[in-house]
């Protein structure tokens, strides 16, 4: 069963504990959070403190995004705030594989976010200690970008890695993901679809989330 995870970037801030309460009514699988620090991307968004809101709103696996340098420093922080799945970019520190065990370690679930441009093949030392990988389908940052045509090729390559190695790695994809085209990227093997403006600038979120699961079957 394919999930959908609303990324409440997208969200309104002022009211989000209603935001995310409406998505989980509404059918979502898990809650994306992205957290930005305005050194490894070019916005800066929110952090712990927020997580730990989040996990009170919510009994969804909280599915954290990491464009922060550094990120080893808060690992434990975001697992005590709530996170279940910690999701981290190669380039955002020089000890990949330190990190990713130290977020098995904390309990949560591990996972390695490749921008657009980040070769596959930096997962090839690390194919053990990881649980999902995140695709960029656009360059992070910003919600609403357009998805890059090129990274269906990129999800296809993966998704081949994944099944030549017999494994449970989870494949999850992040930017500019919608109704229209969710159905074409189900069909390429991914697991878990993040969207954020296709749900919170919808003006119903059941509807859409139901039209992006109905979309992949
Ligand atoms: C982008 C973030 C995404 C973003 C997706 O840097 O990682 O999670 O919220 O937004 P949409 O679905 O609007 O492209
Ligand atoms: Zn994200």
Redesign the pocket.
Known sequence: MKKIAP?I?SADFSKLGEEIAAVEKGGADWI???VMDGHFVPNITIGPPVVKSVRKATKLPL?V?L?IENPELYIPEFRKAGADYI?IHPESTPHLQRALAMIRESGAKASV?LNPATPLFVLDHVWDDIDMI?I?TVN?GFGGQKFIPEMKNKIQSLKKKIERANSKILLEI??GVNVENVGELAALGVDVF?A?SAIFESKNYQQTISAMKNNCK
Do not use: C, E, N, R
Request: net charge negative; aromatic share 0%; no cysteine.
């Open positions: 990324s970037l994306h959070v992205d599915d995004h464009m999701s976010a995140l960029m992070p992040d930017g993040v954020g």
